[in-house]
C-alpha cells in the first residue's frame, strides 16, 4: 500500500528535454518547507542518495505519502480540490487543493499559491483554516493539504432560504471571522479577500477564513500596494478610488459588508463595474468631503464621485438591521465609515460593546448547518452503496469509482 | 388488578415483582376502598353504558361519552357535564358527593377500572414532586430508603391514611425544591456582570412580582437548613451543586496578543520616516504609521522567548502543536486550543 504506481516518484517525463538534472527546485524549496513545519522522519530522510532521489526529493515524497487523496470536490480558476485523508488514519479528512499549472509563471510557483503558503503556514488560529502540509507531484505541481471544512460556506448558508438564523447566531458568525481578521492583522496579514464565498464551516460549526491567494504583509511605508484586490462587493471605497496605500480597515470593510449580507440575506452593494460600485457605496453613505474624509478630492479616481449626495438617515439602518439591534448597528456603521482613518481597525472591532451585550452569540455546536442535519443522514443512509441521488442514468449499470480507492 | 408502576417498584427485591410492602398494601386498599368510598362510588352498571344522572343509555345514544372528574371519579355522560358544569363550578350531581367540580377538570378516563385511575394519578402527582434519582444520593441504600418512603407517601394517599399530613409534607417537599432549584438559577442572574441593560427593564415593569418572588424564595431557603420544613428528611441525599455560571462571552476567545519585550508609543521621529509620515497620500487610504512601528519592533523582537529545546519536547506530544505554530512571532495564549 505504501508504494502504490500511481503516486511512485517519476524521473523526468520523456518529453522534458530541458530538464536534465535529477534536482527539482521547486520540490527542494518545498521539502525545506515542510522540514520547517514538520519533525524530520527518523531514518530515510537522513540516508543520502538511494534510488537517484536527492535528500529533498525524499523528504517531498514522504510528506506525499502521507495523505490518500479522494474524490474531486470542486475547481477554481486556480487550483482543484480534492477530499483525501491521512493513509494511516482514514477518518482524518483533509481537503487537497492541488494548484493548477499556470502557464504565465511555467518557472516557478504562481504568485498566489505562494502568498497562501506562505501566510497559511504561519498563522494558526482556530478561526483560519490549517494548512497540514505541502507536496509537489510529478514535479511540476504543487499540492496543498488543508483542513477539512464539510459544511459549506456563509454565503451559501444566507442564500439557503431553508435554514432559518437569529441575531445571535449571526453574532456569533462575526465574532468568528472578527477573530480571525484580527489574528491576522495582529500578525500583520491583510487578506484583501474577505467575503461570504471564502468564509468556510467545519464540522463542528467553527467558521474558517480560508483562500489567502490575495493575502500580503502589511507595507512598508512608501511602498505601493495594488488597489485591484478584494471582490467588488466588498472592496471599500479607497481602493475604488486608487488608494496606493491602505492599511488593515480595508478588510474591516468587507467584514462589515459580509456581516450586512448576512442580515439582509441578499448582495449589500451589489454592482456591475467598479466606478458603479462606488456610486453604490455613495448612495448608503453619502459622497465623501474634504471634511469628512480629508484628502478625498486629490485620489486617483476622485472624479468618479459626481454629484453630492447625502448619506441615509439612521432610521435606514434601524429599518434595514433590526436583527442587529443597536449595539450592532452601531458597529456595523463603524465598520463601514467612507474614511478609512475613522473606520475601527479589527482590534477596535472585537473591543466593541456589540460581542458582550445580550444575546450572548450562539455556541458554534447549536449554530444552525446546511448540507447536514439529521434529514440530510437519513437521505444518505437510504441509498445504496455508489448510487448517487442525480436520478438521471438511475437505471444503468454503476460504475465502479477506482478515483477514491486511491 | 392495579400493579404498582415499575418506577415505584424500585425498592423491591430483585426478582422484578411488587414488593411485599407494595402487595400487602394493595390487598389492604381493595378491603379498605369499598368501607371508605361512599356507597355508590362504584356503580354496579358500570358495563351497561347508563349514565347515572339522567340514565339515558348507549342504546339510545351511540356516541355517548363518559367523562369523570378526578376530584370524586364519579362517571357521568358528556352531556350532563356540559349541563351541569356549563355555568362554572357545581357539586357532584351523585347523590352522597358534596365535591365541587368543575367542567374543565372532567376527562375521559382511561382505565376501565376506576381504582386503577385514581392510583395512577396520584402516582403520576407524587411522582412529578418526589423525582430523585440514583445520582442524587450517595449510596444504593439511601435511594432505596428513599424509594420506600416514596411508595408509603404514595399508599398514604391510595389509602386515605394520613392524607392531610401527607399532603402537607409533599407540598413542603416540592416548595423546598423549588426553592433549591431557583436559588441556583437567582445566582447566574445575580452576577453582576451578567445584568445586562435587558434585565434592568424586566427589573422595572415586573418590580413588584420579582420582590414577592425573592421573598417567597428566601423562606423556603432558610428552612431547608432546618429539617422539618422540607417535609421530608433522606440521609444521604447530595447536596444539588450550582452549575458552573457562563463567563461573560470574551470576543477574543482567549487569545491574547501583546508584546512582551517592547512598549510601542504612537510615534517616533526618524529622518526617514518623515518623509512617509507626513505624506497625505499615505493617510487618505487609511495606511497606519503604528502599524509599521509595531510591525517592526515585532519583527526586531520575534525571536525573543523562543526557546527550541521546549518547542521540541512539546513537538513530541502532538496535543500542543498549535502553541508551536505560532511561537515564531509574540504570541501569549492564555490557553491553548
Given at each position: ?258 456581516l450586512a449580507e448576512l442580515v439582509l440575506r441578499e448582495w449589500f452593494l451589489p454592482a456591475d463595474t467598479d466606478s458603479q460600485q462606488l456610486l453604490v457605496i455613495c448612495d448608503v453613505f453619502g459622497t465623501p468631503t474634504e471634511e469628512t ?48 482613518a475613522k473606520r475601527f481597525s479589527a482590534r477596535k472591532v472585537l473591543e466593541h460593546r456589540y460581542w458582550t451585550n445580550a444575546p450572548r452569540p450562539t455556541k458554534k455546536e447549536d449554530l444552525p448547518k446546511q448540507g447536514g442535519g439529521l ?32 | ?337
Open positions: 500500500m505504501a508504494h502504490s504506481p500511481v503516486l511512485s516518484p517519476k524521473p523526468n517525463p520523456p518529453g522534458a528535454g530541458s530538464r536534465i538534472t535529477t534536482m527539482n527546485p521547486k520540490a527542494k524549496a518545498l521539502a525545506i518547507l515542510n522540514h520547517a513545519n514538520q519533525p524530520p522522519a527518523p531514518s530515510t530522510a537522513t540516508t543520502p542518495g538511494d534510488g537517484g532521489t536527492d535528500l529533498a526529493e525524499q523528504m517531498n515524497d514522504e510528506v506525499r505519502r502521507k495523505f490518500v487523496s479522494g474524490a474531486r470536490l470542486g475547481e477554481g480558476t486556480y487550483a482543484v480540490v480534492y477530499s483525501g485523508h491521512y493513509r494511516h488514519d482514514p477518518s482524518r479528512l483533509v481537503a487537497i487543493k492541488k494548484i493548477k499549472l499556470n502557464p504565465e509563471h511555467k518557472d516557478g510557483i504562481a504568485p498566489d499559491a505562494i502568498r497562501e503558503i506562505k501566510h497559511l503556514s504561519e498563522l494558526s488560529h482556530p478561526n483560519i483554516i490549517q494548512l497540514h502540509a505541502i507536496f509537489s507531484t510529478k514535479e511540476q505541481n504543487i499540492s496543498l493539504v488543508l483542513e477539512h471544512l464539510p459544511l459549506g460556506d456563509l454565503e451559501g448558508l444566507w442564500k439557503n432560504q431553508s435554514i432559518s438564523y437569529s441575531g445571535a447566531d449571526i453574532k456569533s458568525w462575526a465574532s468568528m471571522l472578527a477573530q480571525a481578521v484580527w489574528f491576522c492583522h495582529e500578525n500583520y496579514v491583510l487578506h484583501r479577500d474577505i467575503k461570504g464565498n471564502n468564509l468556510l464551516i467545519a464540522a463542528d460549526g467553527t467558521l474558517k477564513l480560508a483562500d489567502f491567494g490575495l493575502a500580503r504583509s502589511f507595507a512598508d511605508p512608501g511602498r505601493v500596494m495594488t488597489s485591484m484586490v478584494i471582490t467588488r462587493f466588498y472592496r471599500p471605497p479607497e481602493l475604488l478610488l486608487g488608494c496606493l496605500h491602505y492599511g488593515g480597515t480595508v478588510d474591516v470593510w468587507s467584514m462589515g459588508v459580509v474624509w480629508p484628502g478625498v478630492t486629490k485620489l486617483r479616481n476622485a472624479a468618479i464621485l459626481g454629484v453630492a449626495k447625502r448619506p441615509q438617515p439612521l432610521s435606514y439602518w434601524r429599518q434595514r438591521f433590526t436583527l442587529l439591534g443597536e449595539d450592532g448597528i452601531d458597529l456595523l456603521r463603524s465598520m463601514l465609515i467612507m474614511d478609512p434529514a440530510k443522514v437519513g437521505e444518505d443512509l437510504k441509498r445504496r452503496a455508489g448510487e448517487t441521488d442525480s436520478g438521471r442514468g438511475d437505471k444503468v449499470a454503476r460504475k465502479l469509482d477506482f478515483g477514491s480507492m486511491r | 388488578m392495579s400493579k404498582p408502576a415499575p418506577r415505584a417498584t424500585g425498592s423491591s427485591t430483585k426478582d422484578g415483582g411488587a414488593s411485599f410492602l407494595s402487595n400487602s398494601l394493595h390487598s389492604l386498599s381493595i378491603q379498605h376502598q369499598f368501607p371508605s368510598k361512599p356507597a355508590r362510588s362504584v356503580p354496579a352498571d358500570s358495563s351497561s353504558d347508563i349514565c347515572p344522572v339522567c340514565k339515558s343509555s348507549r342504546y339510545l345514544n351511540p356516541n355517548m361519552k363518559f367523562l369523570v372528574n378526578p376530584e370524586c371519579y364519579h362517571k357521568m355522560c358528556e352531556s350532563c357535564v356540559d349541563r351541569i358544569f356549563s355555568h362554572g363550578p357545581a357539586p357532584c350531581p351523585i347523590a352522597g358527593c358534596k365535591r365541587t367540580l368543575r367542567k374543565a377538570k372532567f376527562r375521559s378516563q382511561t382505565f376501565e377500572d376506576l381504582k386503577v385511575e385514581r392510583e395512577v394519578d396520584i402516582r403520576r402527582r407524587v411522582a412529578r414532586v418526589m423525582n430523585k434519582v440514583e445520582a442524587d444520593f450517595e449510596s444504593l441504600k439511601d435511594f432505596n430508603d428513599y424509594l420506600e418512603s416514596v411508595e408509603t407517601t404514595t399508599w398514604n394517599l391510595i389509602l386515605k391514611v394520613d392524607v392531610e399530613a401527607t399532603e402537607r409534607r409533599l407540598r413542603l417537599w416540592e416548595a423546598a425544591q423549588k426553592a433549591e432549584t431557583n436559588s441556583t438559577k437567582r445566582s447566574l442572574v445575580e452576577d453582576p456582570s451578567l445584568l445586562s441593560e435587558t434585565s434592568h427593564v424586566i427589573l422595572k415593569k415586573g418590580g413588584t412580582q420579582r420582590k414577592q418572588q425573592l421573598g417567597s424564595t428566601d423562606d423556603p431557603l432558610a428552612g431547608s437548613g432546618n429539617d422539618p420544613e422540607t417535609g421530608f428528611v433522606f440521609h444521604g441525599l447530595k447536596k444539588r451543586v450550582a452549575p458552573e455560571p457562563e463567563k461573560p462571552y470574551d470576543p477574543y476567545e482567549g487569545w491574547s496578543i501583546d508584546p512582551q519585550y517592547y512598549v510601542v508609543q504612537d510615534d517616533y521621529s526618524v529622518d526617514w520616516l518623515t518623509k512617509a509620515k507626513d505624506d497625505p497620500v499615505h493617510s487618505v487610504g487609511g495606511y497606519d504609521m503604528r502599524d509599521f512601528y509595531s510591525r517592526a519592533l515585532s519583527d526586531a523582537f520575534s525571536g525573543f522567548g523562543v526557546f527550541i529545546e521546549d518547542e521540541k519536547t512539546l513537538e513530541e506530544n502532538p496535543g500542543a502543536t498549535a502553541a508551536v505554530a505560532s511561537g515564531g512571532q509574540d504570541v501569549n495564549m492564555d490557553d491553548v486550543f
